[in-house]
């Protein structure tokens, strides 16, 4: 069975451009989160979807982020400008349900480099 | 404020010998905490989940403890191996109704020498 999918997997760009990246969920799981990840320290809970609604965006920065889920399956996640500070690594996971009983599978993420 | 704070912050230690990396947390309600797995370049896996009424959980090499009254919890890896090297992150669980609010800490580091 395939994992979570991102693309890419490496992106440098220079601050003030737009980026975007995108993440195909296991097939089936209805709930799907983003996270970032910065370096050493643990992922940090940017938005979640259960289906195509996000039911908890209280930590994603909404004046430059943004994120779809269409058709409750593959989402993408926007920033648009890009700062110095949003160099990361961006992480995408999903869940059959979203509870925490039940495990979530992360992606190998997307690492961002804002120069 | 909901907090997860892991010791040591990073862990070297010879192949073949155990280790034990500790995770104290503030975090309430509880519902529960898992032990994840970050090997360089990749997502965190799941080892082991535990709620309020459980206090160890076993996955092989990999034993996790819960003491909910004092809110900590350990993960024992015994026989280590090279491929133990990785970041090993507690997360835990909390929220009512439903929702699910986790909670990372930032991580032990542990590196596996031969």
């Known amino acids: 069975e395939a994992g979570v999918v991102q693309s890419p997997r490496y992106k440098i760009i220079e601050k003030k451009q737009p980026v975007a990246f995108w993440c195909n969920p296991i097939?089936?799981?209805?709930?799907l989160y983003w996270y970032r990840q910065n370096l050493g320290q643990g992922p940090e809970l940017l938005i979640r979807?259960?289906?195509?609604?996000?039911?908890?965006d209280s930590q994603l920065p909404k004046d430059r982020f943004s994120a779809e889920r269409l058709k409750g399956v593959d989402s993408t996640l926007k920033i648009q400008p890009a700062e110095l500070g949003d160099s990361a690594v961006y992480l995408c996971?999903?869940?059959?349900?979203?509870?925490?009983?039940?495990?979530?599978?992360f992606g190998p993420g997307t690492r961002l480099t804002v120069t | 404020k909901n907090q997860v704070e892991q010791s040591p912050q990073s862990l070297i230690i010879l192949e073949g010998k155990n280790c034990t990396l500790q995770?104290?947390?503030?975090?309430?309600?509880?519902?529960?905490l898992r032990w994840y797995k970050q090997d360089t370049g990749r997502g965190p896996v799941s080892l082991t989940i535990m709620t309020f009424s459980e206090n160890t959980k076993s996955n092989g090499r990999y034993t996790a403890t819960l003491d909910a009254d004092t809110k900590q919890s350990s993960l024992h890896i015994t026989a280590s191996q090279l491929s133990d090297s990785a970041s090993y992150i507690c997360?835990?669980?909390?929220?009512?109704?439903?929702?699910?609010?986790?909670?990372f800490g930032r991580g032990t580091s542990l590196i596996v020498h031969p």
């Open positions: 097939s089936g799981h209805n709930t």
């Open positions: 979807y259960e289906n195509e609604e996000a039911v908890d």
């Open positions: 997360v835990v669980a909390g929220g009512s109704g439903g929702s699910y609010i986790p909670t």
């Open positions: 995770c104290n947390y503030t975090v309430s309600p509880f519902s529960n």
């Open positions: 996971a999903s869940s059959l349900v979203g509870e925490s009983s039940y495990e979530q599978y």
